[in-house]
Every structure is written in C-alpha cells, then in structure tokens.
C-alpha cells in the first residue's frame, strides 16, 4: 500500500463509530449498506450500551476492538468527534469518514470543532473525508466497500465518480444504475476538510480499472490544486464534469461592464483551461460519461449512420450536425460493396438506411465497410428491433465488427428492454453504448468529438511584450494606493494602458472652459468631451459624454453645461473625436485564486443589451485569444462582409494578450475595462476605459 486513500477506497476493515440498533438512524443504515454490499472484510459497530447491531458484536470503544482497523465512520455529535478521533489515532485507524453534519459549515463554533478534530487527525496521520458528507463506495470484487449511507449499489464499471454534493453524486449514481451502467469508485467530500477532490481526481487517475471521471464540483479551495491536478489526469483520460451557479447574479452590482457579465463562469473556463469536458446539465454528462467508458475517441468529426426505420436517422442527423459533425459520402468502392450485400430496398448513402428487414450479415457488412471507410471517424446506429429479425444476431455483429476497430460506434438501441432483454445484455457485454433517444445517442457520440476537438487544440502561445513600462504602472497604482482610491482616474487609467502600449485615442485633462478651448486646439477638431470624476463611472448615464464638437463655442458649451448639471468639482477628459467603424470591449476581472477573466465582445453603449461576450482565462495564448475572437456571435462583423472591411484580428490578438500579460504582472487590477476599443481594418484604439484596483 503506497496511496494514503487506499486506506479510504481499499479497506480491509471498517468499524462505526455511534453505531446504532434504531433502523432509520445513519448509525444503522452504514452497517446495514456495508453488508447487503457484501464488504469484504469484518464490520465493527462501536456503541457501548448495546450487545450488537444487524447480528454483529459491538464493541464499547474503538480501542476495544481485537483487529486492526484501516478505516472509521464517525456518526456521532459534533462535540464528541475530537475525542474519538483521538481514539482512533490510538487504535492505529488510517482514514476516517465524518459523516456528521454540524462543522465549519455552521459558522466558528463549528469550525473550531473541526479544527480541532483535524489537527488530532493530522498528529496521528490519519486522513479525513467529510465532515458533513456521505462518504465512498468501491465497487471493485476485491472490496466492495460501501462506505457510505445512500442507497443506489453499483454493479463495477469504470466510471468512476467525485462529488462535491452529495445530493448531485447520488442522482449521477442512481442514473448510470437506471442505464444498467457500472460504477468503479464513488465519493462524496462534503466539507473537504482534509481529502479534497483534485486528490481524489488523482487517485481515480492512478486507478487502471477507471476509464473515465465524472467530476461534480461547485467551488474550490485551492484553484491552482485543482487545477494542476486536472491537467495532471486529463492527459490519462477523460474528465467530465459539471458545475452549478452559472446564473449567479452576485455580481450584477459591479461598477464594471465585466462585473456585470461575467457572472460566476469561472469555473467552466477552469474546465477549458485545464483539458475538462464540461456539460451544462446532468443528464448529457451521464450520457456522455457512458459512451466515453465503452468506446475510443474518434479522430475527427465525420461521421457515418447506419439505420433500420427512417424517422430517427433524421433527428440523429439534425443533433450531430448541429453539434458540428459532418457526413461526408461513401466512396464509390464501398458502395458498389454494399449494393452486393444489402437488400434490395435498402438505400445505399450515407445515412445507409439497410430497411428494418435486415438481419446479422446486412448490419454486419453495413458496419464493416462503413468502418473500413477512411472518411469516417466514427459510426451513429439505429437499431429498432424488428420481431421478424434475429435481433440477438444483430446484436453480436455489432459488437464483434465495432470490438476490432479504433473507431467509435454508438447506437440508438429503441425496443422494450424487458422483451429484448437477450439483445439488450449482448450489447452491453460487448460495450456498445446504447440510448433511448435518437438525439440522446448523436449527443453522446457528438461529446465524444467535441472532446477529440478540445483535446487536439493548439495551446498556442503567451507572450510576453518587451516593450512596456511596468515601473511606471506600478507607480501609479501605489500612488492611488496611498490614496486609498479604488477607481482610478482618467489620467491614471490612459496612462496605465500607453504604458502596455496598447493605443489609445489622443487626450488631454482639463478643469475649466479655458483650458478645455486650449487642448481642444492642439489636439485638433472636432473633439469629444467627457466628464472626468470618480462620482460619474457611466459617463453617458447622466450626460457626460458629449461628441463631435467642432469649434471653441460649442467646447465653452458643453463645458459650462457639465459644470451645472455635475457638479463644478468635476475636472473633463479632452479627446479627438473618432470615425465609427467597430466598438469592441476587453475587460478583464480578478477571480481568487484563478487570475483574471478576460472577456472580449461587442462593446459600445449596447453591451449590456446585446451581450454577445465570450470569457477566458488569464494569461491568455494567442491561440485563446483567436478563438476567443471567433467565439462571439458577432464575429462576421469582425471579418468583414459585404464589401465592408473587417478589423485587423492580428493587432486585435496582440491587445487582448497586452492586456492579460497588464493583469498577470499587477493582480491588484480588480476591473478593467476598454469599452469602447474603436477598431478599424488597420489600426485600433481605446476611447474609453476605466480600472479597479
Ligand atoms: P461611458 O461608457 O462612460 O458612457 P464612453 O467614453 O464610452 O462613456 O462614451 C460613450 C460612447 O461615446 C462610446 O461608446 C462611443 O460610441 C462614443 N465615443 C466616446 N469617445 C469617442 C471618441 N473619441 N470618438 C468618437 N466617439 C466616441
Ligand atoms: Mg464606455
């Protein structure tokens, strides 16, 4: 034993600690599962007021048990855990499991508690899982541990499954039992005291039996862990997961345009950055999960259909090619093979429709030769199952063709499972995902090539300008600092930027009419005049943006008028006034432990109504910022259409990474903004942006 979880995942020996005859009570249900799951190992349920528990001798201490014990349940009150945990150190125990609810999740006399019981746990080596969680289950023969009060026992698989929830963990278990779908390990962590999930990412990644991790997690200790780890055992195999709080509205009250957008997406360009599969709902990622455990990745995304009923290969083709597949032909060798072997009625395209008369040898040469084919990556099967076939027949030619190719094979296997029980354990032996659904089946077959897609995508690369002034930025963050002033000014944020050479249009600052007459003339006209004040952060909001101003009159003007309306303390930002062609936004946030989201879009005074923004992470690559470009549903308006010229994407690429590279080297810039970044199809420049620290 070299792993410290093994002691958790491989017990040899388990006891409970708060034990209990009372049926419906944690206490009992544990022993009970450990049982009924045919734990392969003694059980020892700890109580002192009882002779025995489910006809197995208690014991009145942890220290009075004869045998060594590697792992211990503790489902007593908060107040008594340090003690036993104590105990249990004694007693030599290598992993615990709290199941108690009642610690840090309560406030800080739970987390003294739990301090408390931890750094007992911590003198003696042992590792903890929970408080406040359900605990493991391992499937595996060798030990079917049960581990854990729930009440869904898995069949072993090679999905292996982590979870923050305990509630979303045991609907995802439930799920892949309803599909007839093994499990090999299970665990819940609750709290996460000790045993966090990226270590158990880890050991799911050592563990040869799992194909595949399902991963369900809502926020994190530690990201950089987490994220490490993930990169870690995304280059091992598949992680899939999913998150919740996409629609957090926390930061709707943010003084940013970013603040307001970005919501708490975070942890889904976590998923990106580190190579996980995310999903957006429960029920594809199970789905997913299935095909990913039984069959290889494809290589590409062209994929081939074999059908017997018509009406389902359509709505196949709509959801694979919604999700970004392609059909491509058979070529003229493999149909002039298939017109040999196929019936008469059969259609021979692609989707090969061989009629719902075709028996083994028609499915068995159809998938052949579809498989043989190098213009597929993979096959998408409908099989309704004809009571006038030899389904079971069908069955095994299906899975002996797909068992000797690298190629994937899903199926849209529709029948009634009770009938067809022969045929429907064929395909499940021989590891042929099967889904109810015509659009279930594309999905999953869809989130295998997505997951090829976002596998085989170029890093690219982060640069690192040489070009800019960090002294200077640093300075002027200080000073601000100092000054105890988060939102900087006018002349602090142009500065900052210029700083990173990013181009921003011509400015000057002025505090009345005179000197706004005077930087109007030099800077040239017509000029744009914008109230300058910490008090005013949507300028166009309360009329503090005046544009298009062509001569000295209309500067005294807008000047005057300002001082009324705004107060006379407020100090305006003089700038040359711009051709419209394109106004973008990049904004990038601070998220803890994470850097900085960077978001690219459509910017301009709609930003807020059209949202058409996208999100990456900091330090963005050339290649992340590129697909970051071509991510927003705007982006033909950036290429160009009609005759109209786009904007340069090169120099666009080159700010978006100017401004990443700005808040990895001062991550006290909570926002910022450029809205709006005037684009153009040479050159660009920043008219209006503002910075948090
Ligand atoms: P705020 O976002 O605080 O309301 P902006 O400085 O972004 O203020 O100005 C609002 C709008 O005015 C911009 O979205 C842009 O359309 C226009 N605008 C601002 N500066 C210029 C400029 N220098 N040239 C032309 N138009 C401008
Ligand atoms: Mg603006």
Redesign the pocket.
């Known amino acids: 034993m070299t792993n410290p979880l093994d002691a958790l995942f491989k017990p040899k020996a388990v006891a409970l600690i708060g034990a209990s005859q009372k049926e419906l009570s944690i206490g009992n249900v544990i022993i009970k599962n450990l049982l009924f799951y045919n734990f392969n190992g003694p059980v020892y349920p700890i109580n002192p007021k009882v002779e025995e528990i489910r006809g197995l001798k208690a014991y009145p201490s942890i220290l009075a048990v004869p045998g060594d014990v590697d792992l211990v349940h503790i489902v007593i009150p908060p107040p008594f855990v340090p003690e036993e945990v104590e105990n249990c150190g004694k007693k030599g125990v290598k992993a615990i499991i709290v199941n108690t609810a009642g610690f840090a999740e309560m406030g800080a006399e739970g987390e003294a508690l739990q301090n408390d019981f931890l750094s007992r746990a911590k003198k003696y080596g042992i590792r903890v899982v929970g408080p406040n969680c359900q605990g493991i289950i391992n499937s595996d023969p060798n030990f079917k541990a049960y581990c854990n009060f729930t009440f869904t026992f898995p069949e072993p698989g090679h999905i292996s499954v982590v979870a923050q929830s305990g509630g979303v963990g045991a609907v995802i278990l439930q799920a892949f039992y309803d599909m007839g779908i093994g499990v090999g390990m299970y665990a819940s962590n609750g709290n996460g005291s000790d045993v966090s999930i990226p270590e158990i990412m880890r050991y799911y990644g050592e563990d040869d039996n799992c194909r595949v991790v399902v991963l369900y997690v809502e926020s994190l200790d530690n990201p950089k862990e987490f994220m490490d780890v993930a990169r870690e055992v995304s280059k091992k195999k598949p992680i899939l997961a999913i998150t919740a709080g996409r629609t957090d509205k926390g930061a709707e009250a943010s003084r940013s345009h970013i603040g307001g957008l970005a919501g708490s997406i975070s942890m889904e360009l976590i998923f990106k950055k580190t190579g996980i599969l995310g999903f957006t709902n429960q029920h594809d990622l199970c789905n997913a999960a299935v095909a990913f455990s039984y069959q290889p990745i494809p290589q590409g995304n062209r994929v081939g259909i074999i059908t017997n009923t018509g009406g389902p290969s359509v709505i196949a083709i709509d959801e694979l090619v919604s999700c970004g597949l392609e059909l491509p032909q058979l070529s003229e060798k493999a149909a002039s093979q298939l017109k040999e072997t196929m019936l008469e009625s059969a259609s021979i395209h692609n989707p090969l429709d061989v009629v719902a008369t075709a028996g083994p040898n028609h499915f068995k040469s159809a998938l052949e030769v579809m498989l043989n084919e190098p213009q597929y990556d993979s096959i998408y099967i409908n099989f309704v199952t004809p009571p006038f076939v030899d389904c079971e027949s069908v069955a095994k030619e299906i899975v002996s063709a797909a068992a000797k190719s690298s190629k994937p094979v899903v199926c849209n296997y529709m029948t009634d499972k009770q009938k067809w029980q022969g045929t429907s354990s064929i395909f499940k032996a021989g590891e042929i995902p099967c889904f109810d659904f015509a659009e279930t089946a594309a999905r999953a077959l869809s989130d295998l090539v997505r997951y090829k897609l976002m596998r085989s995508k170029k890093a690219g690369e982060i640069r690192a300008f040489t070009d800019v002034n960090k002294e200077s930025v640093a300075a002027i963050i200080s000073q601000a600092k100092s000054h105890n002033r988060e939102v900087l000014s006018a002349r602090e944020v142009y500065n900052i930027i210029s700083a990173y050479n990013i181009p921003v249009?011509p400015w000057s600052i002025a505090s009345d009419v005179t000197q706004a007459i005077n930087s109007a003339e030099s800077l040239g006209f017509p000029v744009?005049i914008?109230v300058d004040s910490e008090k005013y952060?949507?300028?166009?909001?309360v009329d503090?943006?005046a544009?298009n101003i062509r001569d000295a009159a209309a500067v005294r003007e807008v000047v005057e008028r300002m001082q009324r309306t705004l107060g006379n303390d407020i100090q305006f930002f003089i700038?040359?006034?711009?051709p419209?062609h394109r106004?973008l936004i990049i904004g990038a946030k601070a998220e803890t432990g994470v850097g900085h989201l960077i978001m690219f879009g459509l910017?301009?005074?709609f930003v807020e109504v059209l949202k058409d923004v996208a999100f990456t992470l900091s330090p963005v690559t050339d290649a992340e910022a590129s697909e970051l470009i071509d991510s927003i549903k705007a982006v033909a308006l950036l290429h160009g259409f009609r005759g109209e010229k786009g904007v340069n994407t090169e120099l666009l690429i080159e700010i978006i990474q100017r401004v990443s590279m700005l808040v990895v080297d001062f991550p006290e810039i909570r926002e910022l903004d450029i809205?709006?970044l005037?684009a153009y199809n040479d050159t660009m420049f920043a008219?209006?942006a503002r910075i948090i620290i």
Do not use: R, T
Not at 537 to 541: E, F, G
Not at 575 to 578: E, I, N, R, S, Y
């Open positions: 249009a744009v914008k952060i949507h300028k166009s909001d503090g943006v544009v700038q040359q006034f711009l419209h106004e910017g301009g005074i809205n709006p005037f008219v209006d």
